[in-house]
């Protein structure tokens, strides 16, 4: 099956050898987003993981788009935090961007990511 890379500029460059994304058929298979401004590369909420999720969130819908997708067509996110103990927050900000029937999910607790941020987030889209 042909794979097609979707790359937007809405969203932060990819730091290494990937994609943002990838369309295989009708899935589509979303990088990790972490806190970073698109524009500047720097990080965003430092100490604030409310903050840190949002900016995460927001690129991920930028890709999203960028796929010819939104977050309603998301089927599945991975959540990988530094610190589970902020799960709750990550929740209730999870909750602003996605509505029912809410993809199926993953929640993992990781020693560190990329940048020193406390937070980042992966996805899975299934388009018609």
Do not use: W
């Amino acid at each position: 099956m042909p794979r097609t890379a979707i790359h937007t500029d809405h969203a932060p460059a990819a730091i290494g050898p990937y994609s943002q994304a990838t369309r295989a058929g009708n899935l589509v298979f979303l990088s990790g987003q972490i806190p970073l401004d698109p524009a500047t590369g720097t990080v965003v909420g430092e100490g604030n993981i409310e903050a840190q999720a949002r900016r995460a969130f927001d690129n991920l819908k930028a890709v999203c788009e960028a796929a010819g997708g939104s977050l309603a067509d998301v089927v599945r996110v991975g959540l990988y935090l530094t610190d589970l103990s902020q799960f709750a927050a990550v929740n209730a900000v999870m909750g602003e961007y996605f509505a029912q029937p809410y993809p199926a999910r993953s929640t993992i607790e990781v020693s560190a990511l990329p940048k020193g941020v406390a937070f980042e987030v992966d996805a899975i889209l299934a388009l018609a």
